[in-house]
Protein backbone atom coordinates (compact mmCIF):
# COMPACT_ATOMS: atom_id res chain seq x y z
CA UNK A 1 0.00 0.00 0.00
CA UNK A 2 2.54 2.51 0.97
CA UNK A 3 4.14 1.73 -2.36
CA UNK A 4 1.40 2.26 -4.22
CA UNK A 5 0.80 5.10 -2.86
CA UNK A 6 4.80 6.48 -3.35
CA UNK A 7 4.12 5.53 -7.19
CA UNK A 8 0.43 7.16 -7.74
CA UNK A 9 2.22 10.59 -6.12
CA UNK A 10 4.48 10.37 -8.67
CA UNK A 11 2.11 9.82 -11.42
CA UNK A 12 0.28 12.26 -9.85
CA UNK A 13 3.15 15.29 -10.02
CA UNK A 14 3.73 14.31 -13.66
CA UNK A 15 0.80 15.12 -14.61
CA UNK A 16 0.89 18.02 -12.49
CA UNK A 17 3.98 19.38 -14.53
CA UNK A 18 2.67 18.69 -18.00
CA UNK A 19 -0.45 20.82 -16.96
CA UNK A 20 2.07 23.65 -16.21
CA UNK A 21 3.90 22.98 -19.60
CA UNK A 22 0.72 23.16 -21.42
CA UNK A 23 -0.03 26.49 -19.67
CA UNK A 24 3.02 27.48 -20.48
CA UNK A 25 2.83 27.02 -24.08
CA UNK A 26 -0.86 28.28 -24.06
CA UNK A 27 0.60 31.64 -22.23
CA UNK A 28 3.27 31.65 -24.61
CA UNK A 29 1.13 31.32 -28.17
CA UNK A 30 -1.04 34.07 -26.79
CA UNK A 31 1.97 36.50 -26.01
CA UNK A 32 2.89 35.69 -29.86
CA UNK A 33 -0.66 36.37 -30.88
CA UNK A 34 -0.57 39.64 -29.23
CA UNK A 35 2.99 40.60 -30.30
CA UNK A 36 2.38 39.18 -34.03
CA UNK A 37 -1.08 41.93 -33.55
CA UNK A 38 0.68 44.85 -32.19
CA UNK A 39 3.53 44.51 -34.76
CA UNK A 40 1.01 44.65 -37.61
CA UNK A 41 -1.00 47.64 -35.83
CA UNK A 42 2.13 49.43 -35.67
CA UNK A 43 2.92 48.59 -39.19
CA UNK A 44 -0.47 50.03 -40.49
CA UNK A 45 0.49 53.21 -38.46
CA UNK A 46 3.98 54.05 -39.75
CA UNK A 47 2.11 53.30 -42.97
CA UNK A 48 -0.50 55.72 -42.62
CA UNK A 49 1.79 58.06 -41.43
CA UNK A 50 4.27 57.87 -43.79
CA UNK A 51 1.11 58.69 -46.11
CA UNK A 52 0.32 61.82 -44.24
CA UNK A 53 4.15 62.60 -44.46
CA UNK A 54 4.02 62.20 -47.95
CA UNK A 55 1.13 64.14 -48.83
CA UNK A 56 1.47 67.27 -46.11
CA UNK A 57 -2.03 67.57 -43.91
CA UNK A 58 -5.00 65.80 -45.58
CA UNK A 59 -6.81 67.71 -48.23
CA UNK A 60 -10.00 69.09 -46.80
CA UNK A 61 -13.25 68.79 -48.06
CA UNK A 62 -14.03 70.87 -51.17
CA UNK A 63 -17.60 73.32 -50.86
CA UNK A 64 -20.53 72.34 -52.20
CA UNK A 65 -23.97 74.22 -52.61
CA UNK A 66 -27.63 72.54 -53.25
CA UNK A 67 -29.61 73.80 -55.74
CA UNK A 68 -32.66 73.09 -58.00
CA UNK A 69 -31.97 72.55 -61.88
CA UNK A 70 -34.54 72.29 -64.77
CA UNK A 71 -33.74 71.59 -68.55
CA UNK A 72 -33.05 74.41 -70.74
CA UNK A 73 -36.83 75.01 -73.06
CA UNK A 74 -36.99 76.89 -75.91
CA UNK A 75 -40.60 78.39 -75.48
CA UNK A 76 -42.65 81.86 -77.54
CA UNK A 77 -42.56 84.37 -74.95
CA UNK A 78 -45.06 87.01 -75.55
CA UNK A 79 -44.50 90.82 -74.06
CA UNK A 80 -47.72 92.86 -73.97
CA UNK A 81 -48.53 96.35 -73.25
CA UNK A 82 -51.57 97.00 -71.27
CA UNK A 83 -53.78 100.71 -71.75
CA UNK A 84 -56.47 102.16 -70.76
CA UNK A 85 -58.81 104.52 -72.43
CA UNK A 86 -62.11 104.59 -73.80
CA UNK A 87 -65.36 103.69 -76.82
CA UNK A 88 -65.54 107.39 -78.58
CA UNK A 89 -67.77 107.75 -81.37
CA UNK A 90 -65.80 108.21 -85.02
CA UNK A 91 -64.53 111.54 -85.93
CA UNK A 92 -65.92 111.70 -88.52
CA UNK A 93 -69.53 110.81 -88.30
CA UNK A 94 -70.13 113.43 -86.00
CA UNK A 95 -72.71 116.36 -86.59
CA UNK A 96 -72.73 119.66 -84.94
CA UNK A 97 -76.53 121.14 -84.42
CA UNK A 98 -76.40 125.32 -84.23
CA UNK A 99 -78.85 127.84 -84.35
CA UNK A 100 -78.46 130.47 -87.43
CA UNK A 101 -80.10 132.61 -84.91
CA UNK A 102 -80.60 133.60 -81.48
CA UNK A 103 -83.81 132.30 -80.41
CA UNK A 104 -85.37 130.48 -77.31
CA UNK A 105 -85.44 126.67 -76.90
CA UNK A 106 -89.05 125.88 -76.54
CA UNK A 107 -88.80 122.12 -76.53
CA UNK A 108 -86.08 119.47 -76.49
CA UNK A 109 -87.51 116.28 -78.41
CA UNK A 110 -84.42 113.76 -77.32
CA UNK A 111 -82.39 112.94 -75.11
CA UNK A 112 -77.90 111.74 -75.19
CA UNK A 113 -77.28 108.20 -75.93
CA UNK A 114 -81.17 108.14 -78.08
CA UNK A 115 -81.00 107.06 -81.85
CA UNK A 116 -82.89 109.22 -84.78
CA UNK A 117 -83.86 108.77 -88.15
CA UNK A 118 -83.64 111.32 -91.05
CA UNK A 119 -85.54 114.19 -90.80
CA UNK A 120 -86.57 113.45 -86.66
CA UNK A 121 -87.24 116.81 -84.81
CA UNK A 122 -84.66 117.13 -82.13
CA UNK A 123 -85.92 120.36 -80.86
CA UNK A 124 -88.19 123.31 -81.20
CA UNK A 125 -86.74 126.71 -81.03
CA UNK A 126 -88.83 130.14 -80.88
CA UNK A 127 -87.42 133.13 -82.77
CA UNK A 128 -85.87 136.06 -80.75
CA UNK A 129 -88.35 139.26 -80.01
CA UNK A 130 -84.93 141.30 -81.55
CA UNK A 131 -85.42 139.33 -84.47
CA UNK A 132 -89.23 139.52 -85.06
CA UNK A 133 -88.82 142.90 -84.45
CA UNK A 134 -85.78 143.46 -87.33
CA UNK A 135 -88.07 141.49 -89.61
CA UNK A 136 -90.95 144.00 -88.86
CA UNK A 137 -89.24 146.72 -90.23
CA UNK A 138 -87.04 144.98 -92.69
CA UNK A 139 -90.81 144.59 -94.68
CA UNK A 140 -91.97 148.04 -94.02
CA UNK A 141 -88.61 149.18 -95.55
CA UNK A 142 -89.25 147.49 -98.75
CA UNK A 143 -92.90 148.60 -98.78
CA UNK A 144 -91.82 152.47 -97.92
CA UNK A 145 -88.51 151.43 -101.08
CA UNK A 146 -91.24 150.54 -103.47
CA UNK A 147 -93.41 153.58 -103.24
CA UNK A 148 -90.61 155.27 -103.56
CA UNK A 149 -89.23 154.50 -106.48
CA UNK A 150 -92.96 154.35 -107.76
CA UNK A 151 -93.15 158.15 -107.19
CA UNK A 152 -89.32 158.75 -108.51
CA UNK A 153 -90.40 157.31 -111.89
CA UNK A 154 -93.77 159.25 -112.48
CA UNK A 155 -92.04 162.30 -111.73
CA UNK A 156 -89.04 161.29 -114.18
CA UNK A 157 -91.69 160.25 -116.82
CA UNK A 158 -93.00 164.23 -117.06
CA UNK A 159 -89.45 165.36 -116.72
CA UNK A 160 -89.82 166.13 -112.78
CA UNK A 161 -87.38 163.96 -111.23
CA UNK A 162 -83.82 163.36 -112.84
CA UNK A 163 -82.00 159.81 -113.37
CA UNK A 164 -80.07 160.03 -110.71
CA UNK A 165 -83.20 160.59 -108.14
CA UNK A 166 -84.24 157.19 -109.62
CA UNK A 167 -80.96 155.08 -108.91
CA UNK A 168 -80.88 156.30 -105.56
CA UNK A 169 -84.60 154.99 -105.60
CA UNK A 170 -84.05 151.46 -106.71
CA UNK A 171 -80.85 151.31 -104.98
CA UNK A 172 -83.12 151.77 -101.92
CA UNK A 173 -85.43 149.15 -102.71
CA UNK A 174 -82.37 146.74 -103.52
CA UNK A 175 -81.14 147.27 -100.15
CA UNK A 176 -84.08 146.95 -98.52
CA UNK A 177 -85.20 143.44 -100.06
CA UNK A 178 -81.82 141.90 -99.03
CA UNK A 179 -82.30 143.00 -95.12
CA UNK A 180 -85.62 141.77 -95.45
CA UNK A 181 -84.07 138.74 -97.04
CA UNK A 182 -81.34 137.93 -94.34
CA UNK A 183 -83.42 138.39 -91.64
CA UNK A 184 -86.27 135.77 -93.22
CA UNK A 185 -83.33 133.50 -93.94
CA UNK A 186 -82.52 134.16 -90.24
CA UNK A 187 -85.85 132.47 -89.18
CA UNK A 188 -87.37 136.19 -88.52
CA UNK A 189 -90.67 135.18 -90.79
CA UNK A 190 -91.19 131.81 -88.70
CA UNK A 191 -93.55 132.18 -85.63
CA UNK A 192 -90.83 128.78 -84.37
CA UNK A 193 -88.12 127.44 -86.13
CA UNK A 194 -87.69 123.00 -85.88
CA UNK A 195 -83.91 121.41 -86.05
CA UNK A 196 -84.03 118.11 -88.05
CA UNK A 197 -81.46 115.77 -87.31
CA UNK A 198 -79.55 115.26 -90.76
CA UNK A 199 -78.79 111.82 -91.19
CA UNK A 200 -79.91 108.60 -88.94
CA UNK A 201 -77.35 109.21 -86.04
CA UNK A 202 -76.78 109.21 -82.31
CA UNK A 203 -77.19 111.55 -80.25
CA UNK A 204 -74.04 111.97 -78.13
CA UNK A 205 -74.29 115.80 -76.60
CA UNK A 206 -77.07 118.00 -75.46
CA UNK A 207 -75.48 121.31 -74.26
CA UNK A 208 -78.61 123.27 -73.18
CA UNK A 209 -82.07 123.35 -71.84
CA UNK A 210 -85.51 123.77 -72.78
CA UNK A 211 -86.04 127.24 -71.77
CA UNK A 212 -82.33 128.96 -72.52
CA UNK A 213 -81.37 131.43 -75.02
CA UNK A 214 -78.14 130.32 -76.99
CA UNK A 215 -76.62 132.79 -78.95
CA UNK A 216 -76.93 132.87 -82.95
CA UNK A 217 -74.41 130.40 -83.73
CA UNK A 218 -74.08 128.54 -80.46
CA UNK A 219 -74.22 124.54 -80.60
CA UNK A 220 -76.91 123.02 -78.81
CA UNK A 221 -76.20 119.19 -79.80
CA UNK A 222 -74.00 116.58 -81.52
CA UNK A 223 -75.03 113.67 -82.97
CA UNK A 224 -72.90 110.73 -84.73
CA UNK A 225 -73.94 109.05 -87.87
CA UNK A 226 -74.25 105.64 -87.28
CA UNK A 227 -70.95 104.48 -87.66
CA UNK A 228 -68.79 101.84 -85.85
CA UNK A 229 -67.39 103.43 -82.89
CA UNK A 230 -63.30 103.75 -82.15
CA UNK A 231 -61.92 103.07 -79.29
CA UNK A 232 -58.89 105.94 -77.69
CA UNK A 233 -56.37 104.99 -75.64
CA UNK A 234 -53.67 106.97 -73.63
CA UNK A 235 -49.83 105.73 -74.42
CA UNK A 236 -47.11 107.00 -72.62
CA UNK A 237 -44.72 108.78 -74.64
CA UNK A 238 -41.62 106.57 -74.54
CA UNK A 239 -43.55 103.17 -75.38
CA UNK A 240 -45.29 105.10 -78.63
CA UNK A 241 -42.02 103.70 -80.49
CA UNK A 242 -43.29 100.17 -80.05
CA UNK A 243 -46.23 100.47 -81.61
CA UNK A 244 -47.34 100.22 -85.52
CA UNK A 245 -50.39 100.55 -87.39
CA UNK A 246 -52.11 97.61 -88.16
CA UNK A 247 -50.95 96.20 -84.65
CA UNK A 248 -53.54 94.06 -83.35
CA UNK A 249 -55.19 94.65 -79.44
CA UNK A 250 -57.72 92.96 -77.54
CA UNK A 251 -60.36 94.88 -75.54
CA UNK A 252 -62.35 94.13 -72.49
CA UNK A 253 -64.05 96.95 -70.23
CA UNK A 254 -62.31 97.82 -67.24
CA UNK A 255 -65.23 96.83 -65.13
CA UNK A 256 -65.57 93.15 -66.28
CA UNK A 257 -64.13 90.26 -66.37
CA UNK A 258 -60.66 89.37 -67.40
CA UNK A 259 -60.30 87.54 -70.05
CA UNK A 260 -56.56 88.26 -70.95
CA UNK A 261 -54.06 85.07 -70.07
CA UNK A 262 -50.34 84.57 -69.49
CA UNK A 263 -48.97 83.22 -72.02
CA UNK A 264 -45.88 81.76 -72.30
CA UNK A 265 -45.42 79.12 -75.60
CA UNK A 266 -48.59 77.23 -73.88
CA UNK A 267 -51.04 78.24 -71.99
CA UNK A 268 -49.53 78.06 -68.78
CA UNK A 269 -52.58 80.31 -66.66
CA UNK A 270 -56.01 81.41 -68.31
CA UNK A 271 -58.86 83.10 -66.15
CA UNK A 272 -62.51 82.79 -66.79
CA UNK A 273 -63.25 84.23 -70.44
CA UNK A 274 -65.24 87.61 -70.46
CA UNK A 275 -68.22 87.31 -73.49
CA UNK A 276 -67.74 91.15 -73.67
CA UNK A 277 -64.46 90.93 -74.94
CA UNK A 278 -63.65 91.97 -78.69
CA UNK A 279 -61.04 92.93 -81.20
CA UNK A 280 -58.95 96.20 -82.87
CA UNK A 281 -56.39 96.92 -84.74
CA UNK A 282 -54.45 100.14 -84.09
CA UNK A 283 -55.14 103.22 -86.79
CA UNK A 284 -52.16 105.21 -86.18
CA UNK A 285 -49.61 106.31 -84.15
CA UNK A 286 -49.48 109.90 -84.81
CA UNK A 287 -50.28 112.61 -82.42
CA UNK A 288 -49.80 115.13 -80.26
CA UNK A 289 -49.62 114.80 -76.43
CA UNK A 290 -52.77 115.25 -74.69
CA UNK A 291 -52.41 118.04 -72.08
CA UNK A 292 -54.74 116.83 -69.97
CA UNK A 293 -53.01 113.29 -69.05
CA UNK A 294 -50.12 113.71 -70.10
CA UNK A 295 -50.06 111.06 -73.01
CA UNK A 296 -50.31 110.39 -76.64
CA UNK A 297 -54.10 109.48 -77.83
CA UNK A 298 -53.84 106.50 -79.84
CA UNK A 299 -56.98 105.65 -81.96
CA UNK A 300 -58.07 101.61 -82.72
CA UNK A 301 -60.43 100.54 -85.05
CA UNK A 302 -63.01 97.78 -83.61
CA UNK A 303 -62.84 94.75 -85.88
CA UNK A 304 -65.29 92.32 -83.91
CA UNK A 305 -68.79 92.80 -84.13
CA UNK A 306 -69.75 92.40 -80.73
CA UNK A 307 -67.95 96.53 -80.75
CA UNK A 308 -71.86 97.99 -81.87
CA UNK A 309 -72.96 96.60 -78.75
CA UNK A 310 -71.50 98.51 -76.45
CA UNK A 311 -72.01 101.96 -75.67
CA UNK A 312 -70.30 105.47 -76.15
CA UNK A 313 -68.44 106.48 -73.11
CA UNK A 314 -67.30 102.72 -71.84
CA UNK A 315 -63.87 102.59 -70.14
CA UNK A 316 -61.94 100.00 -71.83
CA UNK A 317 -58.49 98.07 -70.78
CA UNK A 318 -56.34 97.21 -74.00
CA UNK A 319 -53.39 94.29 -74.08
CA UNK A 320 -51.35 94.74 -77.14
CA UNK A 321 -48.95 92.55 -77.88
CA UNK A 322 -45.67 93.87 -79.04
CA UNK A 323 -42.97 90.60 -79.82
CA UNK A 324 -43.60 87.16 -79.92
CA UNK A 325 -40.09 85.89 -80.38
CA UNK A 326 -39.33 82.02 -79.58
CA UNK A 327 -36.55 81.86 -77.14
CA UNK A 328 -34.77 80.30 -74.05
CA UNK A 329 -36.67 81.01 -71.11
CA UNK A 330 -36.14 80.57 -68.00
CA UNK A 331 -37.19 82.04 -64.43
CA UNK A 332 -36.70 85.88 -63.80
CA UNK A 333 -34.72 84.21 -60.39
CA UNK A 334 -32.19 82.27 -62.41
CA UNK A 335 -30.86 84.97 -64.45
CA UNK A 336 -27.95 86.83 -62.25
CA UNK A 337 -26.21 90.30 -63.03
CA UNK A 338 -22.81 91.88 -61.79
CA UNK A 339 -20.08 94.35 -62.93
CA UNK A 340 -19.62 91.65 -65.86
CA UNK A 341 -23.17 91.54 -67.16
CA UNK A 342 -25.99 89.29 -67.17
CA UNK A 343 -25.33 85.14 -66.51
CA UNK A 344 -26.75 81.90 -65.29
CA UNK A 345 -25.51 78.90 -64.20
CA UNK A 346 -25.41 75.51 -65.65
CA UNK A 347 -24.37 72.08 -64.00
CA UNK A 348 -21.90 70.03 -66.09
CA UNK A 349 -20.24 67.03 -63.94
CA UNK A 350 -22.20 68.38 -61.01
CA UNK A 351 -20.03 71.26 -61.07
CA UNK A 352 -21.18 74.54 -61.54
CA UNK A 353 -20.59 76.66 -64.92
CA UNK A 354 -21.06 80.30 -65.33
CA UNK A 355 -22.31 80.74 -68.47
CA UNK A 356 -22.73 84.96 -70.14
CA UNK A 357 -26.20 85.64 -71.55
CA UNK A 358 -28.08 88.74 -73.13
CA UNK A 359 -32.03 89.56 -71.79
CA UNK A 360 -34.74 89.33 -74.19
CA UNK A 361 -38.04 89.74 -73.30
CA UNK A 362 -39.30 89.31 -70.13
CA UNK A 363 -42.90 88.36 -67.88
CA UNK A 364 -43.64 89.09 -64.02
CA UNK A 365 -42.35 85.51 -63.81
CA UNK A 366 -40.36 84.30 -67.14
CA UNK A 367 -37.09 86.36 -69.05
CA UNK A 368 -36.42 85.32 -72.75
CA UNK A 369 -32.51 84.66 -72.41
CA UNK A 370 -29.63 84.46 -75.71
CA UNK A 371 -26.05 82.78 -75.11
CA UNK A 372 -23.85 79.59 -74.95
CA UNK A 373 -26.42 77.80 -73.74
CA UNK A 374 -25.28 73.93 -73.68
CA UNK A 375 -29.22 71.99 -74.34
CA UNK A 376 -27.55 69.51 -72.81
CA UNK A 377 -26.87 70.65 -69.61
CA UNK A 378 -29.45 71.42 -66.81
CA UNK A 379 -29.67 75.17 -65.76
CA UNK A 380 -29.64 76.62 -62.20
CA UNK A 381 -33.23 77.95 -60.88
CA UNK A 382 -32.86 77.99 -57.24
CA UNK A 383 -29.98 78.41 -54.85
CA UNK A 384 -27.37 80.55 -57.74
CA UNK A 385 -26.90 83.16 -55.58
CA UNK A 386 -24.58 81.13 -53.53
CA UNK A 387 -22.56 79.23 -56.62
CA UNK A 388 -19.48 80.34 -58.05
CA UNK A 389 -17.82 79.29 -61.25
CA UNK A 390 -16.57 75.39 -60.93
CA UNK A 391 -18.36 74.93 -57.49
CA UNK A 392 -19.97 71.40 -56.91
CA UNK A 393 -23.42 70.91 -56.44
CA UNK A 394 -25.87 69.21 -55.10
CA UNK A 395 -28.92 69.15 -57.50
CA UNK A 396 -32.50 68.58 -57.37
CA UNK A 397 -33.86 68.60 -61.01
CA UNK A 398 -37.54 69.69 -61.21
Do not use: C
Not at 115 to 120: A, E, F, I, L, Y
Not at 303 to 319: C, D, E, H, N, R
Request: hydrophobic content about 40%; charged content about 15%.
Amino acid sequence: MQLLSVRSRFKLLLKHNSKRHDIKRTNNKKILTFKRFYFLMLSFGLIYTSNITSAGTPAEAKPSAWVKTERPVQKNLVETLIAYGTLQSNPTSLYSISLAQAGQIAQLNVSVGQHVRKGTSLAVIKPDPQLLMMTTQARSAVVLAQGERTRIASLLAVHLATQSQMATAEKNLIDAKATLQAALQQGGGQSTQILRAPADALVTNINNQAGERPAAGAVIMQLSKVMPMQAVIGIAPNMISKLRTGMKVMITPVFGANIFEKNIGQKTEQTRPNPNAFSGVIIHTNGVINKQTGQIDIPIKLTSPLAKQQPSGLPIKVMIPLSNEKSWVVPRNAVLKDAQGSYIYQVSHKLAVRVPVKIGTQTNQFTAISGAINPQLNIVVLGNYTLQDGMMVREQVQ
